[in-house]
């Protein structure tokens, strides 16, 4: 059974830096794209960065220039460096990738348990 386990959340100051780290593990065949979302109180889920198998990167407008996504493509893993924290990044963000478990399977979408982000002077 594939799991996306996140980690790196917490507490910043405004203008500070985080960095989330998302493994997916299980039975893992191939891995088309990884991405972060993030979900504010009262507030749709949006899309913050995306990364594909062929390293081609897609950011929402709020976070260009300030957030970087990347992947290690050996662990399975898709990381989110943020600076520049503004408040009105503060959410749960969540790791997402669109993966085939095995070979000939059609691919799923899983995401992982979700990680809060809070930026607050």
């Known amino acids: 059974q594939v799991q996306l386990v996140e980690s790196g959340g917490g507490s910043v100051q405004p203008g500070g830096s985080l960095t989330l780290s998302c493994a997916a593990s299980?039975?893992?065949?191939?891995?088309?794209?990884m991405a972060w979302y993030r979900q504010a109180p009262g507030k749709q889920r949006e899309l913050v960065a995306a990364?594909?198998?062929?390293?081609?990167?897609n950011y929402a407008d709020s976070v260009k220039g300030r957030f970087t996504v990347s992947k290690n493509n050996a662990k399975n893993t898709v990381y989110l460096q943020m600076n520049s924290l503004k408040p009105e990044d503060t959410a749960v963000y969540y790791c997402?990738?669109?993966?085939?478990?095995?070979?000939?399977?059609?691919?799923?979408?899983?995401w992982g348990q979700g990680t809060q982000v809070t930026v607050s002077s």
């Open positions: 990364i594909t198998s062929a390293g081609s990167t």
């Open positions: 997402y990738a669109d993966l085939q478990e095995y070979r000939g399977t059609i691919p799923y979408d899983y």
């Open positions: 299980g039975s893992i065949f191939s891995i088309y794209t």
